[in-house]
């Protein structure tokens, strides 16, 4: 047995973004119909709404016909599941991730959303498996959910499938025996190195990797991609995710591209917890002073997490910029170098910030009352403890430097 050390760098045989559900689930749920060998699915959230009865009658049809699928899906965010005795009785094989409040993993969840079909195509984003139309509870929004996903071909889908298959080796009832414990270790991909970075600066043909967090191996992989590539930044960096609460290092790097010259902006979610949307703006002053401009989601919900630089480096997955993200769940992100499709998410972000964001003004924010101000101080030094107290344990030694 030998650690594997292949490059994760990918030459892009297909990639196609998929904007939101409309575009997302009849890509999958025809990817699914055509299934003949296995189908791999990993998600966060598999609801019980109408689309969610879509995606189950899909899988147990495709394993009604032979075909192997696999589901994983976590505790947590699925709960309850209406599908489990539909799927298991058409013969799908059902994992959840980490079944209970403080299970085998911690606190840790699966926040992965990906799919691989007969080890030919794999789709990977922020959408879960629910109706775009509706929040959590099934309320209907003012607007549709906006999210964005990718699917790939080529040699990426072994990595993806790969990835898919170390976590549900992870939940099988013998997996803590030490002889499985060792294979595992020594399957898995080497981490990343201070000198072997997804950055900007290395390589010009299209490209793609695929970088999944855990608690073991890769703890810091999706963070450090992100530094090192807003370090190398020199002409414009757009940043969109729902849930903004990012580390000292994450904050200090933003504000030191705004100060060399480089376009910042960031497009944030709004109004689907209060407590974020009372606490975040906490943080908007030392931004809005390093000239970084913020735009506010105000249509429907923002889901989509993604991050574009200079045009030809872009990120995009399930992974928010927080604590949860960075320090705890288990995620997965594409990250592209060179590509079309990278200006084309550059647009749609840059879009939607247009078209139906509110951009925050430095002078109204810093008149804004007294008591909004201090309820907004009190709120992010509640969340920054409640966010410690879920992530202790799971900070480590400082990251390698992101400079050049």
């Known amino acids: 047995m030998t650690l594997l050390r292949k490059n994760r760098w990918q030459s892009i045989d297909s990639l196609e973004l998929l904007e939101g559900g409309k575009n997302y689930f009849p890509a999958i749920e025809a990817a699914l119909a055509r299934a003949q060998k296995s189908i791999c699915l990993e998600v966060y959230i598999f609801s019980a709404d109408e689309q969610a009865k879509k995606i189950s009658d899909a899988l147990a049809s495709a394993a009604m016909r032979g075909v192997e699928v696999k589901l994983i899906i976590d505790w947590l965010g699925s709960s309850p599941f209406q599908f489990e005795e539909k799927l298991r009785s058409a013969g799908v094989e059902l994992h959840y991730y980490n079944p209970a409040w403080f299970g085998r993993f911690g606190f840790s969840r699966t926040h992965r959303k990906l799919l691989v079909v007969d080890e030919l195509e794999a789709y990977l984003g922020g959408i879960n498996i629910c109706d775009d139309s509706k929040d959590a509870d099934g309320h209907l929004l003012n607007g549709l959910r906006w999210d964005l996903a990718l699917r790939a071909t080529g040699t990426i889908v072994e990595k993806v499938h790969a990835t898919f298959l170390r976590q549900w080796h992870r939940m099988e009832p013998d997996a803590l025996h030490p002889r499985n414990i060792l294979k595992r270790v020594f399957e898995q991909e080497s981490p990343w190195s201070s000198n072997h970075f997804l950055g900007l600066r290395h390589g010009t043909k299209p490209s793609l990797a695929l970088i999944a967090r855990d608690n073991l191996h890769h703890r810091r992989d999706i963070e450090r991609a992100s530094l090192k ?108 170098r060179n590509h079309d499709v990278i200006k084309e998410i550059r647009w749609k972000i840059a879009d939607q910030a247009s078209e139906v964001a509110s951009k925050v003004d430095r002078d109204s924010y810093i008149q804004r009352p007294m008591y909004i101000k201090v309820f907004n101080w009190i709120s992010y030094g509640l969340v920054r403890f409640l966010l410690s107290l879920l992530t202790i344990g799971t900070k480590d030694k400082a990251l390698p430097s992101i400079r050049d």
């Open 229 to 336: 590539a807003i370090g190398q930044a020199r002409e414009e960096i757009w940043l969109v995710t729902p849930y903004f609460m990012p580390g000292r290092r994450l904050r200090k790097a933003l504000i030191h591209a705004a100060q060399r010259g480089v376009s910042v902006n960031l497009l944030l979610g709004k109004d689907e917890f209060k407590m974020l949307n009372w606490s975040v703006p906490s943080l908007y002053g030392q931004f809005l002073e390093a000239h970084i401009e913020i735009y506010e989601y105000q249509y429907g919900l923002l889901h989509a997490k993604a991050m574009v630089v200079d045009r030809r480096w872009a990120t995009l997955g399930s992974s928010n910029y927080d604590h949860l993200s960075f320090l705890l769940n288990h995620e997965a992100n594409f990250i592209i």
